[in-house]
Nanobody
């Protein structure tokens, strides 16, 4: 069973920066992609960013130019560098992943859309941005 452990959340003033990390453990043949979602109080969960195994990335419009996703494939770890944070970035951030965990398994197409089929979710880390 694959597990994801997040770290790096916390409190910061608007304009500040934080870096989130998410490390995967368990039996993983290969990574198809990993990403970050967030859920603010009273709002639905939304995709923040996704990075596929080939390095291609996807960002929600509200974070483009401020957040950068990266990965270390050898460590099955994904990072989210968050700069110029705004109060509206306050949320619980969740890491999620699509992995190949058995021979013959295929990667999901547009995995970030298929949240109910992702292999693992982290426990969430709170990011609080104050004015």
């Amino acid at each position: 069973q694959v597990q994801l452990v997040e770290s790096g959340g916390g409190s910061v003033q608007a304009g500040g920066s934080l870096k989130l990390s998410c490390a995967a453990s368990g039996y993983i043949l290969s990574s198809c992609g990993m990403g970050w979602y967030r859920q603010a109080p009273g709002k639905e969960r939304e995709l923040v960013s996704w990075i596929s195994s080939d390095g291609s990335t996807k960002y929600v419009d509200s974070v483009k130019g401020r957040f950068t996703i990266s990965q270390d494939n050898a460590k099955n770890t994904v990072y989210l560098q968050m700069n110029s944070l705004k109060t509206e970035d306050t949320a619980v951030y969740y890491c999620a992943a699509d992995f190949r965990t058995s021979p013959g398994e295929w990667c999901l197409v547009e995995a970030w859309r298929q949240t109910n089929r992702l292999d693992a979710w982290g426990q969430g880390t709170l990011v609080t941005v104050s004015s």
